[in-house]
C-alpha cells in the first residue's frame, strides 16, 4: 500500500498545465483539433459553393457584351438622368453618352436643386448636341425622394419622355462603352424583357474602395442572386438603380416614379412590382460595359452602403445583423481558421484555403474585380460587417438617413 510521500500514484496520473489530468487534457485537445479540421473544411465547402454559383450565373446569363453583336432594334429610347450637386461627374457620363452608336436617342438631365456648377458643367459637355436637353427642377414635395420626384418630373414635363418606347434611367455618377445602350436594348429585344438592369462594373480608386468594395456587393449578390432575379418564375426580385431599362408599357403599368413615393430605392420596389405584375425582368452583368463610381469620401460611402442595405434588407434590423455575422465568419474568421488548421491538420487547412481561393477568384472572375481588391476581401468583409451592424442599431435607434439633399427618418419592421 503506497506512503504518503509515494509518487507512484503521481507518475500513473501524471497533472497537466491546468491542474487536470493529461488523459482529459489529450481528448480536450483532440476534440478540439478535430472542431479546427471540420470548420475548415466546412469554410472550402462553402466557397466551393460560392464558386459553383457564380460560374453557374455566368453560364446562364448573357453579359452585356453579348448584345454589341445582335442588331440594334429601331426603338426609340429616352435616357433620364438625374443630378444633384454632380459637378465632378457630370462632364465624364455627358462625354459618354455623346459617343453613343444608337440612332434612336434622346438624353434628359435633370438637374435636381443643384447648388454647385452641375448646370455650367453639363451644358459645356453637350456642346449643343440636340439630342441631349436640360431640366432644372427648384423643389421637391414632402414625402418624396429628391432623385425619385426628379424623375417624375421630368418624365410627366418632356414630350421626348412622353414619346418614347423605352425608357432608360442611369446615375450621373456613371459612364458607359460607346454601344452600352445599343446593346442594352438588343438583349431586351432578344429576351423579352420588360425591365432590364446591369450591374455596373464598380471603378476603384480609393483605399476604402479597394478594401471592401468586392465585400460590399457580395452581400447584394447573396441575397439577391442574379439569377433568382432573372428567372421567369419564383423570382427574388432585384433592380439596379445605376441603370433601369423599361418598355414604356410596363413602366406605365407598374405606376411609373409617381408610385415610388416614400421609397429611398425605386429600383427594389420597380422590380418587386413588376414581378407581382407577371412582368419580366433581367439583371445581366455589364462586363466593363457600364461603369460606376458609387462615392468619393469614405463618409458617403458608409452612409450609402447602410442605405442601401437597410432598404435591400427590408428594413429589418434581424436580417441586417445576420448578414453581417454570415459575412464576417464565412470570409474573415473561418478563412482564418483554416489558415491555423495549417499547423495541426495540415490536409484540412489546405482544403479550406483551396477553397476559399476557389471561391475569391470565382467573385473576381464574375464581377470583373481586380486581384489586389479579392486579396482584401477578409478585410473588406470586417469593414462590411461593422456597417451592418450599424445599419442595423441606426435603424433600431431610427436614427435620420441624409441622401441627395433631403432627411429621412425609416421606420423598422
Given at each position: 500500500?503506497?506512503?504518503?510521500?509515494?509518487?507512484?500514484?503521481?507518475?500513473?496520473h501524471?497533472?497537466?498545465?491546468l491542474?487536470?489530468?493529461?488523459?482529459?487534457?489529450?481528448?480536450?485537445t483532440?476534440?478540439?483539433i478535430?472542431?479546427?479540421?471540420?470548420?475548415?473544411?466546412?469554410?472550402g465547402?462553402?466557397?466551393?459553393?460560392?464558386?459553383?454559383?457564380?460560374?453557374?450565373a455566368?453560364?446562364?446569363?448573357?453579359?452585356?457584351?453579348k448584345?454589341?453583336?445582335?442588331?440594334?432594334?429601331?426603338?426609340?429610347?429616352?435616357?433620364?438622368?438625374?443630378?444633384?450637386?454632380?459637378?465632378?461627374t457630370?462632364?465624364?457620363?455627358?462625354?459618354?453618352?455623346?459617343e453613343?452608336?444608337?440612332?434612336?436617342?434622346?438624353?434628359?438631365?435633370?438637374?435636381?436643386?443643384?447648388?454647385?456648377?452641375?448646370?455650367?458643367?453639363?451644358?459645356?459637355?453637350?456642346?449643343?448636341?440636340?439630342?441631349?436637353?436640360?431640366?432644372?427642377?427648384?423643389e421637391?414635395p414632402?414625402?418624396?425622394?429628391?432623385?425619385?420626384?426628379?424623375?417624375?418630373?421630368?418624365?410627366?414635363?418632356?414630350?421626348q419622355?412622353?414619346q418614347?418606347?423605352?425608357l432608360?434611367?442611369?446615375?450621373?455618377?456613371?459612364?458607359?462603352?460607346?454601344?452600352?445602350?445599343?446593346?442594352?436594348?438588343?438583349?431586351?429585344?432578344?429576351?423579352?424583357?420588360?425591365l432590364l438592369?446591369?450591374?455596373?462594373?464598380?471603378?476603384?480608386r480609393?483605399?476604402?474602395?479597394m478594401?471592401?468594395?468586392?465585400?460590399?456587393?457580395?452581400?447584394?449578390?447573396?441575397?439577391?442572386?442574379?439569377v433568382?432575379?432573372?428567372?421567369e418564375?419564383?423570382?427574388?426580385?432585384?433592380?439596379?438603380?445605376?441603370?433601369l431599362?423599361?418598355?414604356?408599357?410596363?413602366?406605365?403599368?407598374?405606376?411609373g416614379h409617381?408610385?415610388?413615393?416614400?421609397?429611398?430605392?425605386?429600383d427594389?420596389?420597380?422590380?418587386?412590382?413588376i414581378?407581382?405584375?407577371?412582368?419580366?425582368t433581367?439583371?445581366?452583368?455589364?462586363?466593363?460595359?457600364?461603369?460606376?463610381?458609387m462615392?468619393?469620401?469614405?463618409?458617403s460611402y458608409s452612409?450609402?452602403?447602410?442605405?442601401?442595405?437597410?432598404?435591400?434588407?427590408?428594413?429589418?434590423?434581424?436580417?441586417?445583423?445576420?448578414?453581417?455575422?454570415?459575412?464576417?465568419?464565412?470570409?474573415?474568421?473561418?478563412?482564418?481558421?483554416?489558415?491555423?488548421?495549417?499547423?495541426?491538420?495540415?490536409?484540412?487547412?489546405?482544403?479550406?484555403?483551396?477553397?476559399?481561393?476557389?471561391?475569391?477568384?470565382?467573385?473576381a472572375?464574375?464581377?470583373?474585380?481586380?486581384?489586389?481588391?479579392?486579396?482584401?476581401?477578409p478585410?473588406?468583409?470586417?469593414?462590411?460587417?461593422?456597417?451592418?451592424?450599424?445599419?442595423?442599431?441606426?435603424?433600431?435607434?431610427?436614427?435620420?438617413?441624409?441622401?441627395?439633399?433631403?432627411?429621412?427618418?425609416?421606420?423598422?419592421?
Amino acid at each position: 500500500m503506497p506512503g504518503p510521500n509515494d509518487s507512484r500514484g503521481a507518475e500513473a496520473h501524471p497533472a497537466g498545465p491546468l491542474g487536470g489530468y493529461a488523459p482529459g487534457m489529450e481528448m480536450l485537445t483532440a476534440a478540439l483539433i478535430w472542431l479546427l479540421a471540420m470548420l475548415s473544411i466546412g469554410c472550402g465547402l462553402y466557397w466551393l459553393v460560392v464558386a459553383g454559383h457564380v460560374i453557374h450565373a455566368r453560364w446562364v446569363l448573357p453579359t452585356l457584351r453579348k448584345g454589341l453583336s445582335l442588331p440594334a432594334p429601331e426603338v426609340p429610347v429616352c435616357v433620364i438622368v438625374p443630378a444633384h450637386n454632380e459637378e465632378g461627374t457630370i462632364g465624364k457620363l455627358v462625354a459618354s453618352l455623346r459617343e453613343q452608336d444608337y440612332e434612336h436617342l434622346h438624353v434628359l438631365l435633370a438637374l435636381d436643386r443643384c447648388t454647385d456648377s452641375t448646370a455650367q458643367q453639363a451644358t459645356d459637355a453637350i456642346g449643343g448636341d440636340s439630342r441631349f436637353t436640360v431640366i432644372e427642377i427648384d423643389e421637391c414635395p414632402d414625402g418624396w425622394s429628391g432623385k425619385v420626384h426628379a424623375l417624375w418630373h421630368t418624365v410627366q414635363r418632356a414630350p421626348q419622355a412622353q414619346q418614347a418606347e423605352a425608357l432608360l434611367f442611369i446615375d450621373a455618377d456613371t459612364s458607359m462603352h460607346p454601344g452600352c445602350i445599343r446593346s442594352a436594348m438588343a438583349l431586351m429585344e432578344q429576351r423579352g424583357d420588360d425591365l432590364l438592369s446591369v450591374l455596373s462594373s464598380l471603378e476603384v480608386r480609393s483605399w476604402y474602395e479597394m478594401l471592401s468594395q468586392a465585400a460590399a456587393c457580395f452581400v447584394l449578390t447573396v441575397w439577391y442572386p442574379p439569377v433568382r432575379a432573372s428567372r421567369e418564375h419564383r423570382r427574388r426580385p432585384f433592380a439596379n438603380g445605376q441603370f433601369l431599362l423599361f418598355r414604356r408599357s410596363a413602366y406605365d403599368t407598374v405606376g411609373g416614379h409617381e408610385s415610388m413615393v416614400g421609397h429611398l430605392l425605386e429600383d427594389m420596389e420597380f422590380a418587386r412590382r413588376i414581378d407581382a405584375s407577371g412582368l419580366r425582368t433581367s439583371v445581366l452583368f455589364s462586363a466593363g460595359l457600364h461603369k460606376c463610381r458609387m462615392y468619393p469620401t469614405w463618409d458617403s460611402y458608409s452612409s450609402g452602403w447602410r442605405r442601401i442595405y437597410v432598404e435591400c434588407a427590408k428594413r429589418k434590423v434581424s436580417r441586417l445583423r445576420a448578414a453581417a455575422v454570415r459575412l464576417i465568419v464565412t470570409a474573415a474568421l473561418l478563412p482564418a481558421l483554416a489558415l491555423a488548421c495549417l499547423w495541426v491538420v495540415p490536409w484540412a487547412g489546405w482544403v479550406g484555403l483551396a477553397g476559399f481561393g476557389v471561391g475569391l477568384a470565382a467573385v473576381a472572375w464574375g464581377g470583373g474585380i481586380s486581384p489586389l481588391a479579392i486579396a482584401a476581401f477578409p478585410v473588406g468583409a470586417l469593414m462590411m460587417g461593422q456597417i451592418l451592424f450599424s445599419a442595423a442599431a441606426n435603424l433600431k435607434r431610427r436614427v435620420p438617413t441624409r441622401w441627395g439633399g433631403n432627411t429621412y427618418i425609416r421606420e423598422p419592421r
